[in-house]
């Protein structure tokens, strides 16, 4: 089955820790995002990757980071997470064309 | 100015009628436009993409493009309360980039 498969789905963490949320998808897709969605804002874009090793800024990569050493992964890294970073988290995949994107169950993420 | 705009509704319409979404975007030299739908507790999934001027037409669904005003519609007819979601429109714009509006929620009711 087609997927892209984020984990954790649920965590609860504190201001400093560490965390990384892993994405990983079964597609064979040279495009990855990762997306933070909140109330009345929408869908943000953090991070994007056109292929291993490339990866660029979106609009919020504040506070993130991300790398892509094989295809299939695109894990997001907060270094050391802050209240604000409280979000719904979305891995997104694409062959075709940055638009038609394949989305992961997303990430819901609570920092305290 | 957001680089992606829709009415903010929420936008309740009768079964079987017609459900109209609007989208405006900021930079004009965007030329891929999208439609996500969005189910309550769920992730995205794309409806519709269209590229030219003019209307697309897929089932119930019609995505309208006027680059020229720098607007995206979607009209959802004969709408069924399997309809009631968060639309999502969605414009790719320079930089591999692809900006999404805020969301209008759609409830069809029975």
């Known amino acids: 089955e087609a997927q892209v498969t984020q984990n954790p789905r649920y965590l609860i963490t504190v201001t400093g820790k560490k965390l990384t949320v892993t994405c990983s998808q079964n597609?064979?897709?040279?495009?990855m995002s990762w997306y933070r969605q909140d109330p009345g804002l929408g869908l943000r874009q953090i991070y994007y990757?056109?292929?291993?090793?490339?990866?660029d800024k979106g609009d919020v990569p504040e506070g993130y980071k991300v790398s892509r050493k094989e295809k299939r992964n695109f894990p997001l890294i907060l270094e050391s997470p802050s209240p604000n970073q409280t979000s719904l988290y979305f891995c997104a995949s694409s062959i075709q064309g940055v638009g038609e994107l394949f989305f992961g169950e997303g990430s819901r993420l609570t920092v305290l | 100015q957001k680089e992606v705009e829709q009415n903010s509704g929420p936008l309740s319409v009768p079964e079987g009628a017609i459900a109209s979404l609007n989208c405006t975007y900021s930079d004009r030299v965007s030329q891929s436009f999208f439609w996500y739908r969005q189910y309550s507790g769920k992730s995205p999934e794309l409806i519709m993409s269209?590229?030219?001027?003019g209307d697309k037409e897929d089932g119930r669904f019609t995505a309208q493009l006027n680059k020229a005003s720098q607007y995206v519609s979607l009209l959802i007819r004969d709408s069924q309360p399997s309809d009631s979601a968060t639309y999502l429109c969605?414009?790719?714009?320079?930089?591999?980039?692809?900006?999404f509006g805020a969301g209008t929620t759609v409830t069809v009711r029975a």
């Open positions: 597609m064979n897709h040279e495009y």
């Open positions: 969605a414009v790719k714009n320079r930089d591999y980039k692809l900006s």
């Open positions: 269209i590229y030219s001027n």
């Open positions: 990757s056109m292929n291993v090793e490339v990866t």
